[in-house]
T-cell receptor, first 113, second 112 residues
Protein backbone atom coordinates (compact mmCIF):
# COMPACT_ATOMS: atom_id res chain seq x y z
CA UNK A 1 0.00 0.00 0.00
CA UNK A 2 1.16 3.52 -0.74
CA UNK A 3 1.87 5.83 2.14
CA UNK A 4 3.90 5.99 5.28
CA UNK A 5 3.66 3.25 7.86
CA UNK A 6 5.05 2.90 11.34
CA UNK A 7 5.55 -0.22 13.40
CA UNK A 8 4.79 -1.22 16.00
CA UNK A 9 1.74 0.90 16.84
CA UNK A 10 2.10 0.20 20.54
CA UNK A 11 5.13 -0.88 22.52
CA UNK A 12 5.85 -1.41 26.20
CA UNK A 13 9.47 -1.83 27.16
CA UNK A 14 11.55 -1.84 30.30
CA UNK A 15 14.01 0.80 31.38
CA UNK A 16 17.45 0.10 29.96
CA UNK A 17 16.32 -1.99 27.01
CA UNK A 18 17.05 -1.12 23.41
CA UNK A 19 14.01 -0.60 21.22
CA UNK A 20 13.68 0.24 17.53
CA UNK A 21 10.73 1.98 15.94
CA UNK A 22 10.30 1.40 12.23
CA UNK A 23 9.16 3.80 9.53
CA UNK A 24 8.59 3.01 5.87
CA UNK A 25 7.37 5.28 3.07
CA UNK A 26 6.52 4.42 -0.51
CA UNK A 27 6.62 7.88 -2.13
CA UNK A 28 10.41 8.08 -2.51
CA UNK A 29 10.34 11.35 -0.57
CA UNK A 30 13.78 12.77 0.07
CA UNK A 31 13.11 13.95 3.60
CA UNK A 32 12.09 11.87 6.56
CA UNK A 33 11.58 12.97 10.15
CA UNK A 34 11.05 11.63 13.62
CA UNK A 35 8.98 13.64 16.10
CA UNK A 36 7.89 12.97 19.62
CA UNK A 37 4.63 14.33 20.96
CA UNK A 38 4.16 15.06 24.64
CA UNK A 39 1.40 17.01 26.32
CA UNK A 40 2.26 20.68 26.48
CA UNK A 41 5.21 20.38 24.09
CA UNK A 42 3.57 19.86 20.74
CA UNK A 43 5.68 18.04 18.19
CA UNK A 44 9.41 18.12 18.79
CA UNK A 45 11.88 17.05 16.13
CA UNK A 46 14.26 14.29 17.18
CA UNK A 47 16.18 13.58 13.96
CA UNK A 48 15.69 14.11 10.29
CA UNK A 49 17.21 12.87 7.08
CA UNK A 50 17.58 14.72 3.79
CA UNK A 51 18.46 11.58 1.79
CA UNK A 52 19.85 8.10 2.21
CA UNK A 53 22.96 8.14 4.41
CA UNK A 54 22.37 11.79 5.41
CA UNK A 55 20.96 12.42 8.87
CA UNK A 56 21.00 15.36 11.23
CA UNK A 57 19.94 16.18 14.77
CA UNK A 58 16.75 17.95 15.60
CA UNK A 59 15.66 19.64 18.80
CA UNK A 60 15.76 16.63 21.17
CA UNK A 61 18.23 14.01 19.84
CA UNK A 62 19.80 12.78 23.09
CA UNK A 63 19.23 9.08 23.74
CA UNK A 64 18.20 8.33 20.15
CA UNK A 65 20.01 6.93 17.13
CA UNK A 66 18.85 6.88 13.51
CA UNK A 67 20.05 5.43 10.26
CA UNK A 68 18.90 5.62 6.68
CA UNK A 69 20.54 3.09 4.42
CA UNK A 70 17.57 3.10 2.01
CA UNK A 71 15.43 6.04 0.94
CA UNK A 72 12.21 4.37 2.06
CA UNK A 73 13.21 3.38 5.60
CA UNK A 74 14.11 5.50 8.59
CA UNK A 75 14.32 3.50 11.83
CA UNK A 76 14.63 5.20 15.22
CA UNK A 77 16.49 3.38 17.99
CA UNK A 78 16.38 4.12 21.68
CA UNK A 79 19.69 2.68 22.83
CA UNK A 80 18.80 2.41 26.51
CA UNK A 81 15.20 3.40 27.12
CA UNK A 82 14.33 5.73 29.98
CA UNK A 83 10.94 6.61 31.45
CA UNK A 84 11.27 10.15 30.08
CA UNK A 85 11.16 8.63 26.59
CA UNK A 86 7.59 7.48 27.15
CA UNK A 87 5.79 9.34 24.39
CA UNK A 88 3.98 9.11 21.09
CA UNK A 89 6.44 8.98 18.20
CA UNK A 90 5.54 10.14 14.73
CA UNK A 91 7.47 9.54 11.57
CA UNK A 92 6.90 11.91 8.65
CA UNK A 93 8.15 12.41 5.13
CA UNK A 94 8.15 15.25 2.63
CA UNK A 95 9.52 16.15 -0.74
CA UNK A 96 11.35 19.26 0.45
CA UNK A 97 11.59 20.10 4.11
CA UNK A 98 9.44 23.04 5.06
CA UNK A 99 8.39 23.82 1.50
CA UNK A 100 5.92 21.03 0.87
CA UNK A 101 3.49 19.29 3.13
CA UNK A 102 4.71 16.64 5.52
CA UNK A 103 2.89 13.32 5.57
CA UNK A 104 2.71 11.65 8.96
CA UNK A 105 2.53 8.02 9.93
CA UNK A 106 -0.07 6.72 12.36
CA UNK A 107 2.30 7.01 15.30
CA UNK A 108 3.84 4.62 17.81
CA UNK A 109 2.80 4.87 21.43
CA UNK A 110 5.83 3.86 23.48
CA UNK A 111 5.66 3.23 27.21
CA UNK A 112 8.86 2.70 29.20
CA UNK A 113 8.27 1.06 32.56
CA UNK B 1 16.90 28.47 18.13
CA UNK B 2 13.62 29.19 16.49
CA UNK B 3 10.59 28.94 18.76
CA UNK B 4 6.96 28.85 17.72
CA UNK B 5 4.29 29.42 20.33
CA UNK B 6 0.54 29.05 20.01
CA UNK B 7 -2.26 30.47 22.09
CA UNK B 8 -4.52 29.43 23.56
CA UNK B 9 -3.38 25.94 24.57
CA UNK B 10 -6.98 24.83 24.89
CA UNK B 11 -10.38 26.21 23.99
CA UNK B 12 -13.83 24.83 24.57
CA UNK B 13 -16.67 26.29 22.48
CA UNK B 14 -20.32 25.61 21.87
CA UNK B 15 -21.16 24.44 18.40
CA UNK B 16 -21.82 27.43 16.18
CA UNK B 17 -19.37 29.73 17.97
CA UNK B 18 -16.25 31.02 16.28
CA UNK B 19 -12.72 29.96 17.20
CA UNK B 20 -9.31 31.50 16.63
CA UNK B 21 -5.82 30.22 17.36
CA UNK B 22 -2.72 32.38 17.12
CA UNK B 23 0.81 31.40 16.22
CA UNK B 24 3.88 33.50 17.03
CA UNK B 25 7.45 32.89 15.98
CA UNK B 26 10.59 34.24 17.63
CA UNK B 27 12.13 34.75 14.17
CA UNK B 28 10.97 35.71 10.69
CA UNK B 29 9.55 32.80 8.75
CA UNK B 30 9.83 31.97 5.07
CA UNK B 31 6.48 30.18 5.17
CA UNK B 32 4.03 28.66 7.61
CA UNK B 33 1.95 25.51 7.48
CA UNK B 34 -1.10 24.46 9.46
CA UNK B 35 -1.96 20.91 10.50
CA UNK B 36 -4.94 19.33 12.23
CA UNK B 37 -4.72 16.30 14.48
CA UNK B 38 -7.91 14.51 15.44
CA UNK B 39 -7.97 12.80 18.87
CA UNK B 40 -5.95 9.61 18.65
CA UNK B 41 -4.85 10.45 15.13
CA UNK B 42 -1.86 11.88 13.34
CA UNK B 43 -1.28 15.43 12.08
CA UNK B 44 -2.77 16.14 8.66
CA UNK B 45 -1.72 19.05 6.48
CA UNK B 46 -4.30 21.81 5.99
CA UNK B 47 -2.58 24.66 4.18
CA UNK B 48 0.62 26.59 3.53
CA UNK B 49 1.06 30.37 3.53
CA UNK B 50 4.07 31.99 1.91
CA UNK B 51 3.50 35.68 1.25
CA UNK B 52 3.46 38.52 3.76
CA UNK B 53 -0.13 39.40 4.63
CA UNK B 54 -1.49 36.38 2.77
CA UNK B 55 -5.03 35.25 3.54
CA UNK B 56 -6.43 31.92 2.43
CA UNK B 57 -9.83 30.36 3.00
CA UNK B 58 -11.01 26.78 3.10
CA UNK B 59 -14.78 26.75 3.60
CA UNK B 60 -15.24 27.89 7.23
CA UNK B 61 -11.49 28.14 7.90
CA UNK B 62 -9.54 31.36 7.32
CA UNK B 63 -5.77 31.43 7.54
CA UNK B 64 -3.66 34.58 7.77
CA UNK B 65 0.07 35.23 7.61
CA UNK B 66 1.25 38.40 9.31
CA UNK B 67 2.82 41.31 7.48
CA UNK B 68 6.14 40.77 9.26
CA UNK B 69 5.96 37.01 8.61
CA UNK B 70 6.37 36.26 12.31
CA UNK B 71 2.80 35.40 13.18
CA UNK B 72 -0.21 33.63 11.79
CA UNK B 73 -3.77 32.82 12.75
CA UNK B 74 -6.44 30.27 12.01
CA UNK B 75 -10.07 31.31 12.39
CA UNK B 76 -12.96 28.88 12.23
CA UNK B 77 -16.43 30.33 11.68
CA UNK B 78 -19.43 28.58 13.18
CA UNK B 79 -17.61 25.59 14.62
CA UNK B 80 -18.95 22.08 14.21
CA UNK B 81 -18.25 18.94 16.21
CA UNK B 82 -16.14 17.72 13.29
CA UNK B 83 -13.69 20.57 14.02
CA UNK B 84 -12.62 18.91 17.27
CA UNK B 85 -8.89 18.29 17.42
CA UNK B 86 -5.55 19.95 17.93
CA UNK B 87 -4.38 22.57 15.46
CA UNK B 88 -0.67 23.06 14.92
CA UNK B 89 1.17 25.73 13.05
CA UNK B 90 4.62 24.90 11.71
CA UNK B 91 7.04 27.54 10.55
CA UNK B 92 10.12 27.34 8.39
CA UNK B 93 12.95 29.76 9.06
CA UNK B 94 14.62 31.83 6.37
CA UNK B 95 18.04 30.19 6.31
CA UNK B 96 18.91 27.55 3.72
CA UNK B 97 19.31 24.90 6.41
CA UNK B 98 16.12 25.85 8.22
CA UNK B 99 13.73 23.15 9.25
CA UNK B 100 10.05 23.14 10.01
CA UNK B 101 9.38 23.96 13.67
CA UNK B 102 6.00 23.02 15.06
CA UNK B 103 4.07 25.16 17.49
CA UNK B 104 2.76 23.84 20.79
CA UNK B 105 -0.73 23.37 19.38
CA UNK B 106 -4.23 24.48 20.35
CA UNK B 107 -6.71 21.82 21.38
CA UNK B 108 -10.27 22.63 20.36
CA UNK B 109 -13.24 21.01 22.03
CA UNK B 110 -16.70 21.61 20.55
CA UNK B 111 -19.87 20.65 22.36
CA UNK B 112 -23.51 20.77 21.30
Amino acid sequence: DAGITQSPRYKITETGRQVTLMCHQTWSHSYMFWYRQDLGHGLRLIYYSAAADITDKGEVPDGYVVSRSKTENFPLTLESATRSQTSVYFCASSDRTGYTEAFFGQGTRLTVV
Amino acid sequence: GQQVMQIPQYQHVQEGEDFTTYCNSSTTLSNIQWYKQRPGGHPVFLIQLVKSGEVKKQKRLTFQFGEAKKNSSLHITATQTTDVGTYFCAGRGTGTASKLTFGTGTRLQVTL
